[in-house]
């Protein structure tokens, strides 16, 4: 029961396909359809109170994996092509057919390298492996913490095999810009350790994204360079997480640039910032119950600095199909722009709490 559980409270049959590859041989098709209520208060601009939203707890998605043992290589070719969809409206998430992943690479005894739309490893590190919400419901850490983009188009990314517990990644972005070169160029770096009781993980990441001037327009660069260290400890019924970020760049912390503030209240991201969190998860039965605190500390000169509290359950009724509740609420200083998301929206409110039900199939 507590292996059930454990299982369900990842948010991915998804964080499954994040870096890993299929095991198994063929192709398979899965997805994920999740949808609840959201209430939300403290908007800074006028905001429905109480909506049907999709992909709470973990994105809504339909995605073919499939993987093909190429003959006396110990080599296999592997690909993931997987959508993001809003399924309270039926639309594509983000308008791209296939916005979540898609690549296509070698999985052999070397190590896995893949080539494609691929998830940002500070964000891996951050919602696999610090984040007792796995990146998911209102009390997301990535509501304050690390870069906001989860992932890297027109990359390369390799992964060692783990070792006696050890493993790393790397990943590389071209810019592909028709403008310049060097703009949105990524690249980004992780060092685990995995015992079994004990996980760590160290993460870098550095998004090249200086935008020119065109007319009156003025130049801006909104760069980033974020650096983690995630870690967790299993307890056995409970799990102990925490994390510690530092951040710099104009786009170093979550950000909405499409201004969700008021047509005349400019935001104004965090240029500095360093990233705190400490939660604990703790299984009962078919139950876990969740609960974290994220502190963001500002050190440029707004110091705009902010803290999240969140508290959360799953509840398992099979191995596919769950149902959660959670609640966030983010206090801001010095008006920190900061808003209470969940794994697929932003959020527009300061305090967020959601009710709603996730199968996977």
Not at 165 to 175: P, T
Request: charged content about 15%; some cysteine; glycine content about 12%.
């Amino acid at each position: 029961m507590k292996a059930l559980a454990t299982l369900l409270s990842l948010p991915a049959l998804a964080l499954a396909q994040t870096g890993e590859p299929p095991a198994a041989t063929g192709v398979q098709v899965y997805g994920v359809v999740d949808a609840g209520v959201v209430a939300e208060r403290g908007c800074k601009e006028a905001c429905a109170n109480l909506r049907l939203s999709p992909g709470i707890s973990e994105g809504s998605r339909i995605g073919i994996s499939g993987r093909e043992p190429l003959a006396g290589s110990g080599t296999a070719a592997v690909f993931t092509l997987e959508g993001g969809i809003e399924n309270d409206t039926g639309r594509s998430e983000d308008g791209r057919l296939l916005g979540r992943q898609a690549w296509v690479g070698l999985d052999g005894p070397w190590g896995v390298l893949t080539l494609g739309r691929q998830y940002n490893l500070q964000y891996e590190a951050l919602v696999e492996v610090a984040d007792p919400f796995h990146g998911g419901l209102s009390g997301a850490a990535t509501n304050l913490m690390g870069y906001t983009a989860k992932r890297y188009d027109n990359a390369v990314r390799y992964r060692t095999r783990s070792g006696r517990g050890w493993s790393a990644s790397a990943i590389y972005s071209f810019g592909e810009s028709e403008f310049s070169t060097t703009r949105n160029r990524a690249y980004g770096a992780t060092l685990g350790y995995e015992n079994g009781m004990f996980n760590i993980r160290i993460a870098h990441q550095r998004k090249r994204n200086p935008i020119e001037a065109v007319g009156t327009t003025q130049p801006v660069d909104l760069s980033a360079r974020n650096t983690l260290v995630a870690a967790n400890l299993n307890l056995g019924a409970a799990t102990a997480f925490a994390a510690y970020g530092v951040n710099r760049g104009l786009g170093s912390s979550p950000w909405d640039p499409a201004n969700p503030y008021g047509a005349l209240l400019l935001s104004t991201p965090s240029m500095y910032s360093h990233d705190m969190l400490a939660g604990l998860s703790y299984t009962s039965g078919r139950a876990i119950y969740m609960v974290s605190l994220v502190h963001k500390d500002d050190r440029s000169p707004l110091k705009h600095d902010a803290d999240q509290a969140a508290v959360g359950l799953m509840y398992s009724f099979s191995r596919r199909t769950a149902v959660y509740a959670s609640f966030a609420n983010i206090h801001n200083r010095n008006g920190a722009p900061y808003t209470a998301g969940n794994a697929s929206e932003r959020g527009k409110g300061n305090r967020a709490l959601t009710l709603g039900l996730r199968h996977a199939f």
